[in-house]
């Protein structure tokens, strides 16, 4: 199956990390995505990681990828009010195109 | 920074009715796409476009829709008749390659037309 699936609410303290999760049932993705939505807004591509890496860095933002689990984690270090946002998680759907998403995760931030 | 754009941003219509929603997809990619959201749900592929012709369609996409490049600009989602389950949020995304091939594949994403079948 192409099943993304992600837990639908986290809510952080503002100034910690936040950890946002990700299962999927296919092993054969190339690349595995994060999408930000804000509210009203379309989806803005945060950061992608290719499946021969284990982990990839860009400022605030650490993706890591366990391939025998199927596991994509997103962590934001420092959270702040700006973060407060649904993130999608997305897969290439296999062996054709477009993508396949997650139901999306909600980032509450508390002050 | 390239965008993709879509208009309008909202669209009422009343059952039956023909809509066009329409984008604007960054200006070097080749690859176009449909999805929708209906709310609360997960974002759903639609349509793929490349080459001035349809390169895949899912389930959703059936005789009602019709996906045009009317210049070298614009793609547009045409829904012939409308039903009150087609309410939702209406995705347009692009990209430089296919999601099939090896490289770098990045898929940027317009803000999205709301659609609201009453």
């Known amino acids: 199956g192409e099943d993304v699936e992600q837990s639908l609410f986290l809510s952080v303290r503002e100034g910690d990390s936040s950890v946002i999760n990700c299962t999927y049932t296919?092993?054969?993705?190339?690349?595995l995505y994060w999408y930000k939505q804000e509210p009203g807004a379309g989806l803005q591509l945060l950061t992608y990681?290719?499946?021969?890496?284990d982990m990839k860095q860009d400022q605030r933002l650490t993706v890591l990828l366990n391939k025998k689990d199927k596991h994509l984690s997103l962590r934001i270090a420092d959270t702040q009010t700006g973060d407060s946002a649904i993130y999608f998680c997305?897969?290439?759907?296999?062996?054709?195109?477009?993508?396949?998403f997650g139901k999306g995760t909600h980032l509450i931030i508390q002050p | 920074e390239p965008e993709v754009t879509q208009t309008p941003s909202h669209q009422v219509t009343q059952m039956g009715q023909e809509v066009i929603l329409r984008c604007v997809p960054i200006?070097?990619?080749?690859?176009f796409y449909w999805y929708r959201q209906i709310l609360g749900q997960k974002v759903e592929f639609l349509v793929s476009?490349?080459?001035?012709?349809?390169?895949?369609k899912s389930e959703i996409f059936d005789d009602q829709f019709s996906v045009e490049r009317p210049d070298g600009s614009n793609f547009t989602l045409k829904i012939r008749s409308t039903k009150l389950e087609d309410s939702a949020m209406y995705f347009c995304?692009?990209?430089?390659?296919?999601?099939?091939?090896?490289?770098?594949?990045?898929?940027?994403f317009g803000p999205g037309t709301r659609l609201t079948v009453t």
């Open positions: 476009f490349y080459n001035n012709e349809i390169s895949e």
């Open positions: 997305a897969r290439p759907r296999v062996g054709a195109d477009g993508l396949t």
């Open positions: 296919d092993s054969s993705s190339t690349y």
């Open positions: 200006s070097n990619h080749l690859y």
């Open positions: 995304a692009s990209s430089v390659s296919s999601p099939k091939s090896a490289s770098s594949y990045e898929q940027y």
């Open positions: 990681i290719f499946s021969n890496m």
